[in-house]
């Protein structure tokens, strides 16, 4: 007999049957799939069993309520901040120095969350081909790591952890709520299911072939699941169990009227916080040469997708070069949105009255329109219908909307000048400008521009700079970025919830003193 764990009155169950185990727990939204994760992780952590805890939505924190739990990533809420030059260093000290850590990844933009993920968990499992200790990775949303039909690097690090990290003592707990979406060989490789209600066909297909029942049995029997409710499949043993709520404070709880007290949280002792700052700082046994050469080849990479992706986007840009009229109610001047113009005609530029966007109700104003901008551009004018009308937020899903409340809060942490030319930009997109063009329009010194290089903004990529032959000039890439950070979300909100979002942002960001 082994050291028992206790995760439900229905079971029982030992901490040495999880070692090197892979766990998959699935369920549709709020049917206990992170209160079922949870007691794992409590119990584990009774049996100072190491961990890291992969939280994309900040759900985990609640574990400090009684365990030296160390909460990393950034943003607000976080005990350190860490970013994928330091990634690999902290997972080691989790590791080696037995830390359990909660690697909260909701402050960070996809592309960092992704790079931040691969060191540590590439750390981890290196790692562990040395140690050979148990150490278990849980991995919330699965799907969005581990997509099934879709190959990345990351993916086969995770998948690989899953499927072949028993050798090494690793472990891995994959949380889903879109069962059909996960990569199959982890399911159906995975030694324990506790698997949750759902209801679609697709998830339920998914169930069939995880259960050694027939269809419509699993239908009956997983369809009237009630919440905290799962059936535990582990080896011979197949049954349904309840699983008891979690001891500490669920911060992803579904919210009713009652208050919630915030719980008072247990700080790590001091050595540990010292001991991770050590590895932070003395990166140690690179040099800084070999720290700046892995950074370079990271940029270097990122600048290949990027210049990849820019090629893309103008191919298709001069395939669908057009520009859209549309003529106010109101007094003239007339208004011309481009929204994809040949490479020639943006290096010609627009002149400033005729930028931006307004409405065009009857088509003789559309007509006058059509006349005046090809009279004053000299252009052919191809009018568009109109685009998707501005979705309001609600019509977005939560996880979506609190995406972008990030993303707003993050911009927001810039300086007014940063915020002003991204609003600019982005008021004026797609157009390209120069430092003194910028400055003019938002009534700053031209130097202070030029000075004040908007890096952060750069580096996600929500503008993008290039040189032309009258200098440097600067343009949004609201569109683009949206198209990639959003991009996970897109089989749930469509390419119309893509418009909705850039709108959003576009209108959000715009708002500046
Ligand atoms: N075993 C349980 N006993 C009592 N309440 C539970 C139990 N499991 C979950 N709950 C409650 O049900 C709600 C949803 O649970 P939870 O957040 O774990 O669901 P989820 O499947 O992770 O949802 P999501 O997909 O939205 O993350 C929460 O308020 C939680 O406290
Ligand atoms: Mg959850």
Same mark, same amino acid.
């Given at each position: 007999?082994?050291?028992?764990?206790?995760?439900?009155?229905?079971?029982?169950?030992?901490?040495?049957?999880?070692?090197?185990?892979?766990?998959?727990?699935?369920?549709?939204?709020?049917?206990?799939?992170?209160?079922?994760?949870?007691?794992?992780?409590?119990?584990?952590?009774?049996?100072?069993?190491?961990?890291?805890?992969?939280?994309?939505?900040?759900?985990?924190?609640?574990?400090?309520?009684?365990?030296?739990?160390?909460?990393?990533?950034?943003?607000?809420?976080?005990?350190?901040?860490?970013?994928?030059?330091?990634?690999?260093?902290?997972?080691?000290?989790?590791?080696?120095?037995?830390?359990?850590?909660?690697?909260?990844?909701?402050?960070?933009?996809?592309?960092?969350?992704?790079?931040?993920?691969?060191?540590?968990?590439?750390?981890?499992?290196?790692?562990?081909?040395?140690?050979?200790?148990?150490?278990?990775?849980?991995?919330?949303?699965?799907?969005?790591?581990?997509?099934?039909?879709?190959?990345?690097?990351?993916?086969?690090?995770?998948?690989?952890?899953?499927?072949?990290?028993?050798?090494?003592?690793?472990?891995?707990?994959?949380?889903?709520?879109?069962?059909?979406?996960?990569?199959?060989?982890?399911?159906?490789?995975?030694?324990?299911?506790?698997?949750?209600?759902?209801?679609?066909?697709?998830?339920?297909?998914?169930?069939?072939?995880?259960?050694?029942?027939?269809?419509?049995?699993?239908?009956?029997?997983?369809?009237?699941?009630?919440?905290?409710?799962?059936?535990?499949?582990?080896?011979?043993?197949?049954?349904?169990?309840?699983?008891?709520?979690?001891?500490?404070?669920?911060?992803?709880?579904?919210?009713?009227?009652?208050?919630?007290?915030?719980?008072?949280?247990?700080?790590?002792?001091?050595?540990?916080?010292?001991?991770?700052?050590?590895?932070?700082?003395?990166?140690?046994?690179?040099?800084?040469?070999?720290?700046?050469?892995?950074?370079?080849?990271?940029?270097?990479?990122?600048?290949?997708?990027?210049?990849?992706?820019?090629?893309?986007?103008?191919?298709?840009?001069?395939?669908?070069?057009?520009?859209?009229?549309?003529?106010?109610?109101?007094?003239?001047?007339?208004?011309?949105?481009?929204?994809?113009?040949?490479?020639?005609?943006?290096?010609?530029?627009?002149?400033?009255?005729?930028?931006?966007?307004?409405?065009?109700?009857?088509?003789?104003?559309?007509?006058?329109?059509?006349?005046?901008?090809?009279?004053?551009?000299?252009?052919?004018?191809? #009018?568009? %219908?109109?685009?998707? +009308?501005?979705?309001?937020? *609600?019509? =977005?899903?939560?996880?979506? @909307?609190?995406?972008? &409340? $990030?993303?707003?809060?993050?911009?927001?942490?810039?300086?007014?000048?940063?915020?002003?030319?991204?609003?600019?930009?982005?008021?004026?997109?797609?157009?390209?400008?120069?430092?003194?063009?910028?400055?003019?329009?938002?009534?700053?010194?031209?130097?202070?521009?030029?000075?004040?290089?908007?890096?952060?903004?750069?580096?996600?990529?929500?503008?993008?700079?290039?040189?032309?032959?009258?200098?440097?000039?600067?343009?949004?890439?609201?569109?683009?970025?949206?198209?990639? #950070?959003? %991009?996970?979300?897109? +089989?749930?909100?469509?390419? *119309?919830? =893509?418009?909705?979002?850039? @709108?959003?942002?576009? &209108? $959000?960001?715009?708002?500046?003193?």
């Amino acid at each position: 007999m082994g050291t028992p764990l206790y995760i439900s009155r229905d079971l029982e169950l030992d901490l040495e049957s999880l070692i090197g185990q892979c766990v998959a727990i699935l369920g549709i939204r709020g049917s206990g799939k992170s209160n079922t994760a949870g007691v794992i992780f409590e119990e584990l952590l009774n049996n100072n069993y190491p961990m890291s805890i992969v939280d994309i939505e900040g759900e985990y924190f609640g574990l400090k309520e009684k365990y030296e739990v160390l909460v990393v990533g950034t943003g607000d809420g976080v005990e350190i901040e860490i970013d994928a030059g330091c990634a690999a260093e902290i997972a080691e000290v989790s590791m080696e120095k037995n830390v359990p850590v909660v690697l909260d990844l909701s402050g960070f933009l996809s592309e960092e969350r992704t790079e931040v993920l691969m060191e540590y968990l590439s750390s981890l499992w290196n790692l562990a081909g040395t140690l050979r200790r148990p150490y278990i990775i849980g991995i919330e949303e699965a799907h969005e790591f581990i997509p099934q039909g879709v190959k990345t690097e990351l993916k086969e690090m995770i998948s690989r952890i899953a499927l072949r990290g028993r050798k090494r003592g690793l472990g891995a707990i994959v949380v889903s709520q879109r069962s059909a979406k996960v990569e199959k060989d982890v399911l159906s490789q995975a030694g324990m299911l506790l698997l949750h209600r759902v209801v679609h066909e697709v998830d339920m297909r998914v169930y069939s072939e995880l259960l050694p029942w027939r269809k419509s049995e699993v239908k009956e029997i997983i369809g009237s699941l009630e919440t905290g409710n799962c059936i535990f499949v582990n080896g011979e043993t197949v049954r349904p169990i309840y699983v008891r709520e979690r001891a500490t404070f669920h911060a992803g709880f579904t919210p009713s009227l009652e208050a919630v007290a915030t719980p008072e949280l247990k700080q790590v002792s001091a050595s540990i916080i010292e001991a991770i700052e050590r590895a932070r700082e003395g990166r140690g046994r690179r040099t800084r040469t070999q720290e700046l050469e892995e950074q370079l080849a990271r940029l270097q990479e990122k600048l290949t997708q990027k210049e990849e992706k820019i090629d893309e986007l103008e191919e298709t840009a001069r395939t669908l070069g057009y520009i859209k009229v549309e003529v106010p109610q109101g007094p003239p001047p007339a208004v011309v949105q481009r929204d994809c113009v040949p490479q020639e005609a943006v290096s010609v530029g627009f002149a400033p009255h005729l930028m931006g966007t307004t409405r065009c109700d009857s088509a003789e104003e559309r007509s006058t329109a059509r006349e005046r901008v090809a009279s004053e551009t000299g252009w052919g004018v191809i #009018e568009v %219908a109109p685009t998707v +009308p501005a979705s309001s937020s *609600s019509a =977005l899903p939560p996880a979506v @909307r609190r995406h972008i &409340d $990030r993303l707003v809060a993050r911009v927001e942490r810039r300086s007014l000048l940063e915020r002003r030319v991204l609003s600019f930009l982005f008021e004026h997109a797609p157009g390209s400008y120069t430092a003194s063009q910028i400055a003019a329009w938002t009534h700053c010194a031209r130097e202070m521009v030029e000075d004040e290089l908007p890096r952060e903004l750069l580096e996600v990529g929500l503008i993008a700079r290039e040189r032309r032959t009258d200098g440097l000039r600067f343009q949004s890439r609201l569109k683009t970025f949206v198209s990639d #950070e959003f %991009a996970v979300y897109l +089989p749930d909100i469509g390419e *119309s919830g =893509l418009h909705a979002v850039t @709108r959003q942002l576009s &209108d $959000r960001l715009i708002d500046v003193p």
